[in-house]
């Protein structure tokens, strides 16, 4: 032991070490960019990729790592990095598999920042991007070509939410030799377990359900292949993309009333919908596990195989009639009082968003009824109290 005459040296050398064998319901939390290593020679084994030991903190911590295990357990998948938003997620996608020359390809309905990735940074780089028909997976086969490296896949889609035939639309790519990533923040490993589909990435915004809270951003990057895996953990590293410790644990500590959550939404939401659905101001209600809605029969195969009730996201959207404007379109949406004019969703309070449709998909999609779209979240509110907030709020739009 050195001598240590002054105080604060021995203040922060201190050598007390609390018992080993703390166990409770909860992990500890782990935070550090600094790792102490025992020795030299262990410092230049140690190999961060192994995830055998710890090197430094942006390749992660005990607190880490355990969030990253149990995503694997609901996912399904081998390996999983954990990145700072759910768009920081395709974002590493992206920046470890594409490079000049490539193609992506998106859905239609694809998470809005996902195409403004491909518009804004790839398109400089020189890699171009297509978009698809969700609803076609023969569309999908006619656009892979030479360049075509990466298919973005999303179940359900974006704001409109059709649902694809993931199995089918991943054949297409397989066959073709292309790479498959599944923005799989929807159905959350719960809906349906996303690599029985074939697919070879899920991405997945832990921002919504894992979070629940509506407080924390954060995403993850799972794949089975150890070879993709390597890909996508050079980037992560080279680009920096750690994660806060106290963020992972606010999510380690939400994960398990996840799946009760997610129930409670998908139970909430339908309800509503029926509900909507029955209004006259309504032309059309979207909710993949409604048997009008576009793709039903894919939801169906996936997500309710069993031909029971299945499960879903609470999460639809409504097609107010084209009689209304937007502005009074958007007057309904500031009218309601319980549901809160917000993004994202999976968090506790129920959140309203209207979109201009026509503008995101370049025109009108063919497949819908005209009108004007509003997206719903279901929060964990009661749903009777939800259901008159909205019955206020339609009685303002016939108002001129
Ligand atoms: C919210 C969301 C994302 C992005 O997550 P952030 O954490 O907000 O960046 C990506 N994909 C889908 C489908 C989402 O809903």
Redesign the pocket.
Known sequence: MIAMSESTTRLIHHSYAPPAGFDAPQPGVFKASTVFFPSVAAMRTRDWKQKQGYTYGLHGTPTSFMLEERLCEIEGGRYCLLVP????A?ANVALALLRTGDEVLLPANA?G?NLALAEGELVQWGITHQLYDPLDAEDLARRIGPRTRLVWL?AAG?VSLEFPDLRAMVDVCRRAGVTTAL?N??GAGLAFAPFDTGVDISVH?L??YPSGGGDV???SVMTRDPALHARLQGAHMRLGLGVGMNDVEAILRSLPSMSLRYRAQDMAARALADWMARQPEVAQVLHPAREDAPGYRHWRALCAPDGGDGLAAGLFSIILDARYTQAQVDRFCDALRLFRLGY?WGGPISLVVPYDLASMRGGWPSHLQRGTLVRFSLGLEAVADLQSDVAQALQTLGEP
Not at 85 to 88: K, P, Q, R
Request: charged share 15%.
């Open positions: 938003s759910g768009l920081a395709i998470y920042p999303e974006s923005d923040t929807w915004a921002t919504k951003l954060m995403g994202s």
